[in-house]
């Protein structure tokens, strides 16, 4: 920390030195460095000597501000830390005449904020040369000049200060003129010509002499000057100014054409040796554009714009000369008062943009900078911004602000922020200006998918196609992009022992689930999977939701007949007694339909009877009644088709055959002979001869039942029995359930005892009776299909049938 090696007055380094201690005392660091230093010209290790740790200089965003100037004389290299210079610097541009010239820096670090005071002494190095105002200097001297008489002489001007400054004049050797120099108050040169020896205009009317004007810097630069000097008559008096120094005040942004000030000199001479001239004497062109001076007046007036923040002060010298060339001179400072006429500017330095949502109140999100150009209370800025954002402005150090979050952000309610700065100096009338901020909250994935019902149901048809739509789930999810994005699969189960997977599918893009395969009503009507929508952050959100599936049923199955017995090895056979009366309850068909509902609605139907006006079936019972009283002449053997048909659309139907034997008792019922079935139709020949043969036997075997019944009734007396139709257990199958109406088993059908196959004898069970109107029946015959042969010839109906002959009781 210090000064870095470059040559320095004595008072320059006692200055340096104290402030240097200054400045270490409140962690700042100041240089000296000679102007117009090269660009990339290393001024000093600023991080080591402020002690901090360079390989982090790049982390925490290290720059050079320069204080109220937009210029940016420095930088910092960000790998050693190196001060460097960064532009041209001229001390005469930034300072003119002043003896000390520093640039007032600021070295910014964030992460956290600190900053530090950089002071840059700039010494001034022999660069310019000594100029004279004209390149000619036109004097007008009376030969009545004294010896010893002076003249005043045009200061040559040096843009340098301190040594580098003119340091001496010397006068070309002549024979007339010597030069006297003399050093003003400020350590100015000046000279004058005395007169050493008289002038004689007819001997000579003008005279030529070189000025030359040195600076005391290294090497010494020089500038010359031609005096052309006209000898005329006498006058000895120059103009006086009324003062030797005037002072102004002046408003800055005063108008074009405003006085600033009125100057005076007064010549005792008379005519044109009393006329009096004024100029502005060795001013820079920006002075001259901006001041004008009346030759004749001497009042001093605006002429261009008046900055405060560019020039304070101004010093102008004024030279009064009368109409033969004796002058005087006078020097007018001119201080300029400072209006607030500068807004504030405020400058975003860091953002963190954008923010993520999940960040905690109390997080730096920027470093604002206000800076106003004006002075004193008029650059007192305050800072603020609106009161509707989760943020706030926080007083950092000096000028600067940290922007600060206050509350937690979502950006599922509020994506972005711009935020108003608006700074207000303390002037009067106060200025303001604002700068918007644009800050956009960045998504984290704090929101799971959230379906858009708690539950769904799904109805599909049996049998359906591989591949076919069942219904669609929805999720949504606010994230924003991958966050949000939303992916649909079916959570891991069985259903019936086997995975859900093998069931059902989902489109994982869509929620669009599809059948895997075909549903079957009858094996199972409904089941229940679950689907998971997760999203795409990281780590991945998700939610579950249950879809009941339910199966509607088709009518895909015909009826089922369980009685008679659709066995094709045997045929049933059913006795009726010849007293029948009309109604009386012969047999009943049980069926039943594995479909439901409608579907498994049966109907009954007598699609072909041997005696069409005898039996009559209930439509949806399947009782088989007598319609009248048996009359002697009624066929003993009667035949019916009856057919079983659901209500599904198609409807579906089954046929069976129902065997009818009109007789009393068991004995009246001769020896049937073996008979054999053909299916075959095309053997016509064949079922002539049996059907002629059958008509025969029929015939013999009605008449010898006929006289043995009559033997048995008068013999025994009627078995007479009232129940229900005794059907077998085994006819019933365990997963019917039972359904009124629907022609399914009803529980008053039930067997109690039959007769085995070839028994003579009978074996019965007698029960109590249900209905008046049952019929009686003695026994029950099981034969096999050769018994029965006489008396069933036309056996038409159900060629694959096995004789089972069995006793009803209803």
């Excluded at 489109?507 to 395969?517: M, S």
């Excluded at 009518?555 to 017995?565: E, R």
Aim: net charge negative; glycine share 6%; hydrophobic share 35%.
């Amino acid at each position: 920390m210090g000064n870095k090696g470059f040559p320095l007055t004595g008072l320059a380094i006692s200055l340096t030195l104290i402030l240097s201690a200054l400045h270490c005392a409140r962690g700042d660091v100041s240089y000296s460095i000679p102007e117009e230093m090269k660009h990339g010209t290393v001024i000093g290790n600023i991080g080591k000597d402020l002690g901090l740790d360079v390989k982090r200089l790049s982390d925490r965003r290290a720059r050079i501000d320069t204080e109220g100037n937009n210029k940016r004389y420095c930088d910092v290299n960000m790998d050693n830390g190196d001060l460097i210079v960064a532009e041209r610097i001229d001390r005469e541009t930034l300072c003119g005449k002043k003896a000390s010239c520093v640039i007032k820096l600021e070295f910014v670090l964030q992460n956290p904020l600190e900053l530090h005071r950089v002071n840059l002494h700039i010494q001034d190095i022999n660069d310019n040369a000594p100029l004279f105002k004209n390149d000619i200097i036109k004097m007008e001297i009376h030969e009545s000049a004294v010896k010893g008489a002076r003249f005043s002489l045009d200061e040559a001007h040096d843009a340098d200060i301190g040594e580098n400054t003119v340091k001496e004049y010397k006068l070309q050797r002549n024979e007339h003129f010597i030069l006297n120099a003399e050093t003003k108050s400020g350590g100015r040169k000046y000279c004058e010509l005395v007169l050493d020896k008289e002038l004689d205009r007819e001997k000579e009317q003008e005279l030529q002499l070189l000025l030359t004007a040195v600076d005391g810097g290294s090497p010494q630069r020089s500038g010359t000057v031609v005096i052309h000097v006209t000898v005329l008559d006498a006058n000895d008096n120059a103009p006086v100014f009324s003062q030797a120094l005037y002072k102004a005040i002046l408003l800055e942004n005063s108008p074009t054409g405003t006085v600033v000030i009125t100057v005076s000199a007064s010549d005792a001479d008379e005519g044109l040796n009393g006329d009096v001239r004024y100029e502005l004497d060795h001013v820079s062109d920006e002075i001259s554009n901006t001041f004008l001076l009346d030759t004749k007046t001497g009042e001093v007036k605006v002429n261009g714009a008046i900055d405060y923040e560019e020039e304070s002060a101004y010093e102008l010298r004024i030279s009064a000369k009368d109409g033969l060339g004796l002058a005087s001179y006078s020097t007018l400072v001119i201080d300029v008062t400072d209006v607030n006429d500068n807004e504030p500017v405020i400058s975003v330095k860091s953002l963190s943009n954008p923010i993520a949502e999940n960040v905690s109140p109390g997080t730096e999100v920027g470093i604002i900078n206000v800076q106003d150009r004006d002075s004193e209370k008029n650059r007192q800025v305050r800072c603020s911004i609106q009161p509707n954002v989760p943020f706030k402005l926080v007083t950092s150090i000096k000028n600067y602000y940290s922007l600060v979050s206050t509350a937690h952000l979502d950006r599922e309610l509020v994506s972005e922020y711009n935020i108003t700065i608006t700074a207000t100096d303390e002037g009067s009338p106060p200025l303001s200006s604002s700068k918007t901020v644009h800050l956009s909250v960045a998504d984290i994935n704090d929101n799971p998918p959230v379906f858009e019902e708690q539950s769904y149901s799904a109805y599909v048809t049996e049998n359906n196609k591989s591949g076919s739509t069942l219904c669609s789930v929805t999720a949504r999810d606010p994230d924003w992009r991958q966050n949000g994005t939303v992916i649909y699969s079916l959570l891991a189960a069985e259903v019936n022992g086997a995975p859900v997977s093998s069931y059902l599918s989902v489109n994982g893009d869509t929620g669009v689930i599809h059948a895997v395969r075909s549903f079957d009503y009858e094996h199972f009507r409904s089941f229940k999977v679950h689907v998971m929508a997760r999203d795409n952050g990281s780590p991945p959100l998700s939610s579950n939701v249950s879809i009941s599936v339910f199966i509607t049923d088709v009518n895909d199955n015909s009826p089922q007949i369980l009685y008679p017995s659709p066995e094709g090895n045997s045929f049933m056979t059913e006795l009726v007694p010849k007293a029948a009366h009309g109604g009386s309850l012969v047999s009943k068909v049980i069926a039943v339909d594995a479909d439901s509902g409608q579907n498994a609605w049966l109907s009954y139907h007598i699609i072909k009877s041997t005696d069409p006006g005898l039996f009559t079936i209930g439509l949806h019972s399947g009782e088989i009644r007598t319609q009248r009283d048996i009359s002697e002449s009624d066929s003993m053997k009667q035949n019916l088709i009856v057919a079983v048909k659901d209500n599904g659309q198609p409807s579906l139907s089954a046929t069976c055959t129902m065997y009818l034997l009109i007789s009393d008792n068991l004995a009246e019922v001769p020896e049937l002979k073996d008979i054999s079935f053909d299916e075959n139709n095309s053997k016509l020949t064949f079922y002539l001869i049996i059907a002629l043969v059958c008509v025969s036997t029929f015939f013999l075997t009605f008449i010898i039942i006929i006289l043995g019944v009559r033997f048995c009734r008068r013999r025994k007396p009627r078995l007479l029995f009232d129940g229900a139709v005794a059907i077998p257990s085994a006819y019933l199958p365990p997963n019917y359930a039972e359904v009124d109406g629907t022609g399914t088993l009803r529980s008053a059908y039930n067997y109690d005892a039959y007769l085995t196959t070839g028994s003579r004898t009978s074996d019965f069970k007698f029960v109590s009776s249900y209905n008046d109107n049952t019929l009686p029946a003695d026994q029950t015959l099981r034969k096999s299909p050769s018994d029965f042969a006489e008396a069933f010839g036309e056996s038409d109906s159900s060629p694959e049938v096995g004789l089972e002959l069995t006793m009803l009781f209803s």
